[in-house]
């Protein structure tokens, strides 16, 4: 019997729908996991398929497709290792399954189906997928195979392997226990994990708590980047044995396989069962199917140790790296030269040119310089990439930033010096290619056009102010849509999800764009982000250096403003306009995270410490505004353009929010507030 295991995990950035993309990952995985004599390797869920693809899993053709790579990757296991496969299976029944293969050469061993499935937050799994009933296990023929399915664990030469399918885990009534009774050695967990602040530290928790009270090697792997869009998969991977974790996988890393080892004891996770062990005889013994002659001969391995916890990056940090990811995913996965944006010298668009900045930075510094070089080919650039980091980065804002990324201001009569100043700052400062033109004679022409209607009151601003401020900010769209189009660059839409949620947007105006990457991202967080890039910095963490922090200093020409519009010929700022943005984020979490009404939503704020410096009808006031700008608003959620997944929730009712477009507008709720 086999004491020792050489365990491994990858992570692999995938896309939705690309079979052949998916399976050269998985392919990459296997080879390295060979050369480093991995046994068995762990990979993500429905890693083969893609995790988002929608409504994609209904189709039974594609289906038939994704079994035939199932196949065709068994064929390409290397000898004496022994690998999962995430991916949706198509039972004889008509259902869909959310499965994983245990796979070794030529041969697939078993399959087991997720149990739990994710249906809150930005999940929707139950659409698609069915549960697998607990208990039951069948065979089930593919690719000329007759393999076992269902509720079991696996002896393979000896070691009992069983999985938790990512929410699986995050249950009470979790695999695990049962899998304990069956006295696995190990636990694997292949998850479709998306980022969300503080997730990761939960993660931790059960994968070392998993080990601990089940007695088992706990492995986890994990999603890498921005696979179909909205969700942004940050990797993570870890492996726990004997309650401590003794291999953990920095997060949201830019290669696309990422594969983490460690030698773990077998015979210590099995004392440890020996001393705990209180078995239950009228518990439910799933089913262990048996193979042999599949892993390696016992190897005399170092067994790894507990390590420490990696670096905590901070918040901001992290926020910024996951952003950075996703744009640069979204770039390389379109096939596309770039980004363009309308910069307007505040907050929102100074932080979206932030994230493309970042996002080549990361990369060109990260990535070995020949797949930087390969990713930038597929987008149309040919680029002979310096050696050195420092090099690199020069030779990035000198030479790649300028053909990736364009900005242009577009100033009206109500913009000022400041902002002009600063949007040219900052594309200065990362070396964007910068545009200003005035949009004066334009809005100036629509104007005359509305004034000419017969019988029409020439516009004004004491009776017109909406009309006036809108048709500034949509008249700018056009422009630069023209630039993206010329370019073939990727245009960004710089709302927020503060402002998203109560619909301080522009349709057409601000909201244009494909890509909407604060969209996820508070306003309240978005200020703090931009300090925090002046002051701080993005940890880089090079190749062939050590890691340092990558300011943008020219952000202070942007922080030192008050967030406004301009679009007013008097003073105007967006908290006047709303109210401050600590209490509008405060109230946005009440609501959508914990679904409070709005009398809870006003008493839980008059409690906390944002609502004591205020009176409190001023709060009174604040969340009827709230409420009432929400509800009027959601045809303009209806409209947003795809963004991150960031913050605990989002203005997306696509994937988050659902909310009806035509409703009560909560007048009984917001009248009875007291």
Known sequence: MKTTLRIGTASLNTVALDLQHNA??????????????IELLLMPELCLSGYGCEDMFFCSDWLADVEKALITICEQVPAGLLATVGLPLRYPGGQVFNAVALIATGRILGI??????????????????????????????????????????FSIDGVRIGFEICEDSWVAARPGRQLYQRQVDVILNPSASHFALGKHQVRRRFVQEGSRAFGVVYAYANLQGCEAGRAVYDGGNMIASNGELVAEAQRLQFDDVVVTMADVDLHANRTQRIISSQLQSDVMQIDLIEHAGILKQQADYQISGAIDSLPVLSEHDIVLRTGA?????????????????????????????????????????????????????ICGFQFAVPKATEQRLTWLTETVLPQVLT???????????????????????????????????????????INGIDGAKPLNWQDDDLTLQNIQARVRSPGIWMVANRENKLLV??????????????????????????????????????????????????????????????????????????????????????????????????????????????????????????????????????????????????????????????????????????????????????
């Open 24 to 37: 050269s990952l998985i392919e990459q995985a296997m080879a390295d996991a060979a050369r480093q004599n």
């Open 112 to 153: 087991v189906c997720k149990q739990t499935l994710a249906r809150s937050g930005i999940h929707y799994e139950s659409r698609w997928f069915a549960p697998w009933p607990v208990g039951q296990s069948t065979e089930i023929m593919i690719g000329g195979q007759q393999v076992p399915i269902g509720d079991q664990a």
């Open 325 to 377: 990811l996703g744009m640069w995913d979204w770039m390389r996965k379109t096939t596309t030269a770039g980004y363009a944006i309308s910069l307007s010298g505040g907050a929102d668009s100074a932080l979206c040119a932030s994230l493309v900045y970042y996002a080549h930075a990361l990369a060109v510094s990260e990535l070995a310089p020949e797949d930087y070089a390969k990713a930038m080919a």
């Open 407 to 449: 900005t242009v201001y577009q100033g009206s009569d109500n913009s000022s010096e400041t902002t002009s100043g600063a949007a040219a700052a900052v594309a200065g400062a990362i070396g964007a290619k910068h545009i200003n033109w005035s949009i004066s004679s334009l809005v100036e022409e629509y104007s005359a056009r």
């Open 493 to 674: 839409a710089t709302s927020n999800m503060s402002e998203a949620s109560v619909g301080y947007t522009t349709m057409d105006g601000d909201t244009s764009g494909v890509l909407s990457p604060i969209g996820g991202i508070s306003k309240t967080r978005v200020l703090l982000l931009n300090d925090f890039v002046e002051k701080q910095g993005v940890t880089v963490r090079p190749i062939d250096a050590d890691e340092f922090s990558l300011t943008i200093d020219a952000l202070s020409f942007v922080n030192r403003q008050r967030p406004t519009a301009e679009l007013r010929p008097v003073e105007q700022t967006d908290e006047a306009d709303l109210m401050p943005f600590p209490i509008l984020d405060e109230i946005r979490k009440l609501g959508q995270v914990q679904y409070l009404n709005p009398q809870g939503v006003l008493n839980r704020l008059a409690d906390g410490p944002l609502g004591q410096p205020y009176e409190r009808q001023q709060l009174i006031d604040w969340v009827k505004r709230y409420y009432q700008l929400y509800c009027r608003n959601q045809w303009k959620r209806e409209r947003l353009a795809v963004g991150f997944h960031i913050e605990s929730d989002s203005a997306d009712p696509k994937s988050y929010r659902r909310f009806p477009v035509l409703n009560s507008q909560l007048k009984r709720e917001l009248a009875g507030l007291k």
